[in-house]
């Protein structure tokens, strides 16, 4: 995922897709504690997205309220 092609998107979009992130990870968290996650990179890289895109919310949401 890459900030460049989050910025295109309106903040509902973000939204979406930082609960289905957000979820993801919690499933990828269940899944580490039951020890049944294979892919342990998947964590981290959920976590870093996340951010990614909750940066990218608040830099747009602060641009629109700036105009």
Known sequence: M???DLR?????ELED???NLVRELVTVRM???MSENKQTHLQR???RDIARIK???NEIK??????
């Not at 602060?62 to 105009?67: K, L, R």
């Open 2 to 4: 890459i900030a460049k």
């Open 8 to 12: 295109s998107n309106s903040l509902s």
């Open 17 to 19: 897709k930082l609960a």
């Open 31 to 33: 899944q580490k504690a």
């Open 45 to 47: 890289k959920l976590k």
């Open 55 to 57: 940066t990218v919310y």
């Open 62 to 67: 602060q641009g629109s309220a700036d105009e």
